[in-house]
């Protein structure tokens, strides 16, 4: 990972790029740098991913609730002020959920198994 020096982010600035869900669809802004991804990830009332997903995330709920099913068959509902961690390939999971959400997103090289 390359260094990052002092950076102030005005998330007002950072374009959205839409991404459909099953149902619903997600919002991201984003920014990357070597090795590591931020970003702020919107979920619209009704969401589903469209995929399970096996990527590392620090996920911390800013706004609304949504619910993280794990294909394995648990499910944990998280709210404004709640958050997950998982690593690399340890878990397969996929976000869902009714009202609308709003995430911090961190994931990276940092992450691996």
């Given at each position: 990972?390359?260094?990052?020096?002092?950076?102030h982010i005005d998330?007002?600035?950072?374009?959205?790029?839409?991404?459909?869900?099953?149902?619903?669809?997600?919002?991201?802004?984003?920014?990357?740098?070597?090795?590591?991804?931020?970003?702020?990830?919107?979920?619209?009332?009704?969401?589903?991913?469209?995929?399970?997903?096996?990527?590392?995330?620090?996920?911390?709920?800013?706004?609304?609730?949504?619910?993280s099913e794990e294909?394995?068959?648990?499910?944990?509902?998280?709210?404004?002020?709640?958050?997950?961690?998982?690593?690399?390939?340890?878990?397969?999971?996929?976000?869902?959920?009714?009202?609308?959400?709003?995430?911090?997103?961190?994931?990276?090289?940092?992450?691996?198994?």
């Amino acid at each position: 990972m390359t260094s990052i020096p002092f950076l102030h982010i005005d998330w007002t600035t950072i374009p959205k790029e839409e991404h459909p869900g099953t149902t619903g669809t997600s919002f991201w802004q984003t920014l990357e740098f070597d090795g590591l991804r931020v970003r702020i990830v919107e979920y619209s009332a009704n969401y589903l991913a469209d995929h399970w997903c096996q990527k590392g995330h620090i996920v911390y709920c800013l706004e609304g609730s949504f619910v993280s099913e794990e294909e394995s068959g648990g499910s944990t509902k998280l709210s404004a002020g709640m958050s997950y961690i998982v690593s690399d390939s340890l878990s397969s999971h996929r976000s869902t959920s009714v009202t609308g959400a709003k995430l911090l997103i961190i994931d990276g090289d940092f992450l691996k198994s």
